[in-house]
T-cell receptor
Framework: AQSVTQLDSQVPVFEEAPVELRCNYSSSVSVYLFWYVQYPNQGLQLLLKYLSGSTLVKGINGFEAEFNKSQTSFHLRKPSVHISDTAEYFC???????????FGKGTRLHILP | DAGITQSPRHKVTETGTPVTLRCHQTENHRYMYWYRQDPGHGLRLIHYSYGVKDTDKGEVSDGYSVSRSKTEDFLLTLESATSSQTSVYFCAITETGQSNYGYTFGSGTRLTVV
C-alpha cells in the first residue's frame, strides 16, 4: 500500500523568504507524485507532478519540487514567497497500477508580513 | 477551467435525514471520485466510479452510498446523516484510470449536520 506523510502541519515564513514544504512517501512500486494547492474556500489545483525523467519538476507560480528516490521524498520549494501564496498544500502519491491518488494531510503555509 | 460543478455549495441538515450531493461534469471523463476534507485528516476517499454503474469503495465509505447512472453525474448519498459527516466534500474527475493525469477538482460542498 502507498502512503504519503507531510511532515509539517503548518509552516510560517516571512514574505520574500524561501520556503520548503516537506513530503515523504512510501510505495513498493514506481510512483507518480503530485503537489496540489488549495486557496481559502476553493477546491484543489494541481501545482506540479512528477511522472518520470528529470527529478526536478517545475510548476506554476514559481514552485518546484525535487524527487529523491533514495530518501523517498518529494519536497516543494519556492525561493521567494508572496502573500498570495497563503494556502494549504497537499502532497499526493499514485502509481501506474492505481486508479486513485492518496493525499497527505496537508501543510498550511502562513506568509508573515 | 474543466467543466465540473458540485451542488449544492452549502447545506445544513438535521441528524437522521438523507442528503444527496451532486457532481456534474461536462468533460466526458470516465473516472469520478468523492473525497471528504477534515482538519488534520487531509482528503480521504469515500467512493469512486470508473464508469456508468461501476463504483467502488474508498477508505471511509461507511454511511455513504453512490450512484452513477450516466457519465456526467456522480451522486453521493448520506442515507441518515450524522454529526460526524459534517465536512467539506470534494468531487474530482480524471480522464482515465491512469492516475498520471492527476485530478481536476470541483469547488466543494460544505455540509453541516446539526
Amino acid at each position: 500500500a502507498q502512503s504519503v506523510t507531510q511532515l509539517d502541519s503548518q509552516v510560517p515564513v516571512f514574505e520574500e523568504a524561501p520556503v520548503e514544504l516537506r513530503c515523504n512517501y512510501s510505495s513498493s512500486v514506481s510512483v507518480y507524485l503530485f503537489w496540489y494547492v488549495q486557496y481559502p474556500n476553493q477546491g484543489l489545483q494541481l501545482l506540479l507532478k512528477y511522472l518520470s525523467g528529470s527529478t526536478l519538476v517545475k510548476g506554476i507560480n514559481g514552485f518546484e519540487a525535487e524527487f529523491n528516490k533514495s530518501q523517498t521524498s518529494f519536497h516543494l520549494r519556492k525561493p521567494s514567497v508572496h502573500i498570495s501564496d497563503t494556502a494549504e498544500y497537499f502532497c499526493a502519491v499514485s502509481s501506474n497500477r492505481d486508479d486513485k491518488i492518496i493525499f497527505g494531510k496537508g501543510t498550511r503555509l502562513h506568509i508573515l508580513p | 477551467d474543466a467543466g465540473i460543478t458540485q451542488s449544492p455549495r452549502h447545506k445544513v441538515t438535521e441528524t437522521g435525514t438523507p442528503v444527496t450531493l451532486r457532481c456534474h461534469q461536462t468533460e466526458n471523463h470516465r473516472y469520478m471520485y468523492w473525497y471528504r476534507q477534515d482538519p488534520g485528516h487531509g482528503l480521504r476517499l469515500i467512493h469512486y466510479s470508473y464508469g456508468v454503474k461501476d463504483t467502488d469503495k474508498g477508505e471511509v465509505s461507511d454511511g455513504y452510498s453512490v450512484s452513477r447512472s450516466k457519465t456526467e453525474d456522480f451522486l453521493l448519498t448520506l442515507e441518515s446523516a450524522t454529526s460526524s459527516q459534517t465536512s467539506v466534500y470534494f468531487c474530482a474527475i480524471t480522464e482515465t484510470g491512469q492516475s498520471n493525469y492527476g485530478y481536476t477538482f470541483g469547488s466543494g460542498t460544505r455540509l453541516t449536520v446539526v
